[in-house]
């Protein structure tokens, strides 16, 4: 399932420099990923991919295929356990669930 994270560093990808021909790794693609969502911000990667698929579908389809699953092998999935935390609330101590990033 696309996540909304996948998506806009797939657009990302998409829209860098970095060729599939480079056969670029994960510190590659993910400097490239950054770098071009510093230039051009979310909404400016979403503008040029539109433009590519309207002007080069064909291409295109084959380039977003390639940016998802390089962006998919490049940022390995961070999962969340749960756990109890125990708190205090209003002076009183409680143990409540959290869900905690691991990784």
Excluded at 5 to 26: I, N
Excluded at 30 to 37: E, G, K, N
């Amino acid at each position: 399932m696309l996540n909304s994270f996948e998506a806009v560093r797939a657009e990302a990808l998409f829209v860098s420099t970095l060729q599939c021909s480079d056969q670029p790794g994960a510190v590659q693609v993910r400097d490239a990923v950054a770098a071009t969502l510093r230039r051009l911000g979310i909404k400016g990667c979403a503008e040029e991919v539109a433009h590519e698929f309207g002007d080069h579908p064909d291409c295109a389809v084959g380039r977003m295929a390639w940016a998802l699953a390089t962006v998919r092998a490049s940022y390995p999935p961070r999962m969340c356990r749960a756990s109890r935390a125990k708190v205090s609330i209003n002076g009183q101590k409680r143990e409540v669930a959290a869900l905690k990033l691991a990784g």
